[in-house]
């Protein structure tokens, strides 16, 4: 059986029924039921026909897609989340906040931070294996980011065909830090702490993303090349969060501090 089959099981009436279910919750702030409950039968496949179905809504409506993330790629994700194959979403110029930026939560159901490991690539990336070396060839320079992830179903409980509909639990992002050529740092074992109001809530190592940040972005390219997308050049990808994501309320300081790669801040609001 492949993880990653793509096989489809609802209609296209279903696909947009879904589409519409998941842009009123993301849009209204709104938590739903997994979209299983209703769609028992729904597949990966389906799961990634509603994402980009929503995609290309966004971009009808005049929004800028910027690249793609990782969901799920390390060991601390998949236990907190409880689904063991790793996904991608899009991102979207408009999720972005500057560092230092206060970011609200009234537009959100139940945020949650995650540290990850940036790239902003400088050639066309596609097909099913690629190296980590030929990632790295392909890497303009790499930043540090905080995702804020937001699922839109009740509790952050989800299965696979739902979280991937729900574009991953994408919702907003912050770079900063120090910009650097992948040739400079060494990102196989980069330590990474987040901190929340000043106390350290989660560390890990960026080898715990897929083994490699890299890796984890051959495998988003991987999950594109079976979506029928590819990474064009100029691409910002986020490689997964390192660590379990830590939740966050309206008063809440973030930083996470990246050997290597300096700290992004945040206050939340
Ligand atoms: C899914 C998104 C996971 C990551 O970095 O692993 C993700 C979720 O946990 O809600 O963005
Ligand atoms: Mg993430």
């Given at each position: ?99 230092n930026s206060v970011i ?22 596609s097909g099913p294996d ?140």
């Amino acid at each position: 059986l492949n993880p990653l089959s793509m096989e489809r099981a609802l209609s296209d009436a279903d696909i947009a029924t879904l589409t519409d279910r998941i842009e009123a919750a993301q849009t209204q702030a709104r938590a739903i039921p997994k979209l299983t409950e209703d769609f028992p039968g729904m597949t990966l496949g389906d799961g990634y026909a509603v994402q980009l179905a929503l995609l290309r809504r966004w971009l009808a409506e005049g929004q800028r897609q910027v690249g793609w993330k990782a969901g799920l790629t390390s060991k601390a994700k998949m236990d907190q989340m409880g689904v063991r194959v790793p996904t991608v979403g899009f991102l979207l110029a408009n999720f972005f906040r500057p560092e230092n930026s206060v970011i609200q939560t009234s537009d959100l159901v139940h945020p949650r931070v995650e540290c990850e490991v940036a790239f902003v690539t400088k050639a066309d990336l596609s097909g099913p294996d690629l190296t980590r070396e030929q990632v790295l060839a392909a890497t303009d320079f790499v930043v540090p980011a905080v995702e804020v992830i937001d699922s839109r179903f009740s509790g952050f409980k989800f299965d696979l065909p739902s979280v991937v509909a729900d574009n991953s639990s994408s919702a907003r992002y912050v770079t900063g830090g120090r910009a650097r050529l992948p040739a400079d740092v060494d990102l196989s074992t980069l330590g990474v702490v987040i901190e929340k109001n000043g106390e350290a809530v989660a560390m890990g190592s960026s080898a715990a993303v897929a083994g490699h940040p890299a890796d984890a972005v051959a495998l988003v390219v991987k999950v594109l090349h079976e979506i029928g997308q590819h990474l064009p050049a100029g691409s910002f990808v986020m490689s997964g969060g390192i660590t379990e994501a830590i939740a966050v309320a309206p008063g809440d300081c973030v930083s996470a501090r990246f050997q290597a790669l300096g700290s992004v801040s945040m206050r939340f609001a």
